[in-house]
């Protein structure tokens, strides 16, 4: 029995009721992959999925949380853990940025205080945690931090000295090294933070962050499916809004193109008010004193490539 590329759209029309469209491209990703191997081999003549459609994966707008709900999730987590929920928001760190950094890694210089991002911890599901390089070439970037968010790192490390783990570090793709490491935000076991223990602190703080919101009588509350991540989309929302540009966000976020940038965080732009007519009205404001005529109009009429009289 051959495969045509028709089985291939129909399986794809079939799974697409079933399946979100980003987990239907992984498993086609898979299908793929595995035919391309064995055209590669000889095994079939022509890859069937060339020419096969994917259903769209609609991306959501992102909303960002409001700032009485970012300080109660930081209020609400363990103590522990604040000072960490606290520099996500402040510099959009990934997770496992944020739980890889190292104390060598952050600038405590005045007003030009930066975190180096450099490499990221890995927890896998099974097996243990190691450090390993960042996302991706253009997430190692020099993050500017606020005085705010590193005199909140040097009093965590008054309440939590450093620790130093042994752990392996895999930055280097030729080899492993074993060594010990600086990390600022450990575990109560002053080990490195898991994704499973994670999940289970982070549910606690919400709920926490909640009672607090209610308790200070406002009407906000975490919206459901919160996670660390939109403290992310927190600080990126706080660069747009304060008027940085795109090439700033992509590169404080560490995406690869601006593209990316705009994907997610375009409709927050479009979100920030219009401030077109005060700059034209305040360049023109400029020219009320200038002469509206050149003094020497015939200067400007002159050939190209002749050389003006000085």
Known sequence: MSLKRTDIQAWVSNRSGVLAPNSLRNAYGYLRAALQSAVLDGLIAKDPCQGVKLPTARREEIHPLHPEVVQALVNGAPERYRVSLLVAAATGLRQGELWGLELES???????????VRQQLVTPDKGESYISTPKSHHSIRTVPVAPLALDAIRAHLELFPLSPVVIDDRTDPRKTVERKANLI??????????????????????????????????????????????????????????????????????????????????????AVEDTTRDAVTQGLALLQSAPVVPSEPKQLLEKPGKPSVS
Not at 249 to 259: D, E, I, M, T, Y
């Open 106 to 116: 952050v600038d405590f210089a005045k007003d030009k205080g930066a975190i180096r």
């Open 185 to 270: 935000f450990l575990n109560g076991d002053n080990r490195p933070i898991r994704r499973g223990q994670w999940s289970h602190l982070w549910k606690d703080t919400v709920n926490r962050a909640n009672k607090l919101l209610r308790a200070s009588g406002s009407e906000l509350e975490v919206p459901k499916g919160t996670t660390m991540h939109d403290l992310r989309h927190f600080y990126a929302s706080l660069l747009i809004h304060n008027g940085e540009s795109i090439k700033v966000v992509q590169r404080n976020l560490g995406h690869a193109k601006p593209s990316i940038t705009l994907d997610v965080y375009t409709h927050l732009w479009d």
